[in-house]
């Protein structure tokens, strides 16, 4: 079985710009989130989803937006990029919702810079 | 708000020796506590995940412990090999608020051979 595929792996573009990043989740898994690493850090919680809903947000500016499809992929969306937004991005999926205590599964990121 | 901080922050040890990573955390109300790896420009691999009502999980030469009253946690590595050498990662997931999943910062270990 395939696990958590991200695209594209990379991507350069240029501050003001808008960018979308896609993930699938690993076949079964209903749960998909969305992490920030900028180097030399841990991963920054974005965005949970759970079921196509929101169920969790971290302290992110209304640039970033997030959506989950009927099949469970799903995509980020960060507007008027920063120069700071150049970071790895990464994508998780679970089976449910983080309260159900399921373990995370993470794709191999997708990896931003903005000049 | 709940903080996570590990420490050391970066270790070296010979071939061979067993390690012990640490992982604290502020706010005891969590659902669970997972350990990961990330090799360099990579993704994470999850290696444990230790649910709140457990005091430990084992996997090979891994063992994982979880003291929630106290809100710590400790990485055991035995017999460490320098295909151990990687970043490695603790995080909680908070059961206050809204959810939240909230990394540490790491600690970059180097086992030399």
């Known amino acids: 079985d395939a696990g958590v595929t991200q695209s594209p792996t990379h991507l350069i573009k240029t501050r003001g710009q808008h960018v979308t990043l896609r993930c699938s989740p690993i076949s079964g898994h209903k749960s998909v989130s969305w992490y920030q690493q900028v180097l030399g850090q841990g991963p920054q919680f974005i965005f949970q989803?759970?079921?196509?809903?929101?169920?969790g947000r971290g302290n992110f500016p209304d640039r970033f937006s997030a959506r989950q499809f009927p099949n469970y992929s799903s995509e980020l969306n960060v507007n008027a990029l920063l120069l700071g937004d150049s970071a790895l991005y990464l994508c998780a999926s679970s089976l449910g919702g983080a309260r159900l205590g399921n373990e995370q599964f993470f794709g191999p990121g997708t990896r931003l810079t903005v000049l | 708000k709940q903080e996570v901080t590990q420490i050391p922050a970066a270790l070296s040890v010979p071939e061979g020796e067993n390690l012990v990573l640490n992982c604290s955390f502020t706010d005891s109300a969590i659902y669970n506590l997972q350990w990961f790896r990330q090799d360099p420009g990579k993704g994470l691999t999850s290696l444990l995940l230790?649910?709140?009502?457990?005091r430990e999980q084992t996997s090979g030469r891994l063992n994982a412990s979880l003291d929630k009253s106290s809100g710590r946690s400790t990485l055991y590595i035995a017999a460490s090999q320098p295909g151990d050498s990687a970043t490695y990662l603790c995080?909680?997931?908070?059961?206050?608020?809204?959810?939240?999943?909230?990394f540490g910062t790491g600690t970059r270990l180097k086992v030399l051979a």
């Open positions: 230790i649910q709140s009502s457990q």
């Open positions: 995080a909680v997931s908070s059961t206050s608020g809204t959810y939240k999943y909230i």
């Open positions: 989803y759970y079921e196509k809903e929101e169920r």
